[in-house]
């Protein structure tokens, strides 16, 4: 496995099969000052163990800002592979 970033970008030959560490982060900051959230589908191959690591960050994520904020947050999550896996 080899983590890719925006300035290296994914070469000829790989594939992108999850988000890495730089991009988990900017999710994070994202979803940690947004009101609405909407969330259609997971963010790596988390069929497989290896690959799940950006989805189970998003999902982290949105559970933080959902303990933060208690009224005027609206949360999508519109599929079902988004969640299941966990």
Not at 36 to 53: D, Y
């Amino acid at each position: 496995m080899k983590v890719f970033d925006i300035k290296t970008g994914i070469p000829d030959g790989w594939e992108g099969l999850d988000a890495g560490p730089q991009t988990n982060a900017l999710f994070g900051e994202v979803v940690g000052r947004s009101k609405t959230l909407v969330w259609n589908g997971p963010v790596g191959v988390f069929e497989f163990e290896r690959f799940k690591v950006g989805s189970a960050s998003m999902l982290e994520n949105v559970m933080k800002r959902t303990e933060q904020v208690n009224k005027n947050l609206l949360i999508i999550i519109g599929c079902y592979y988004s969640y299941r896996w966990w």
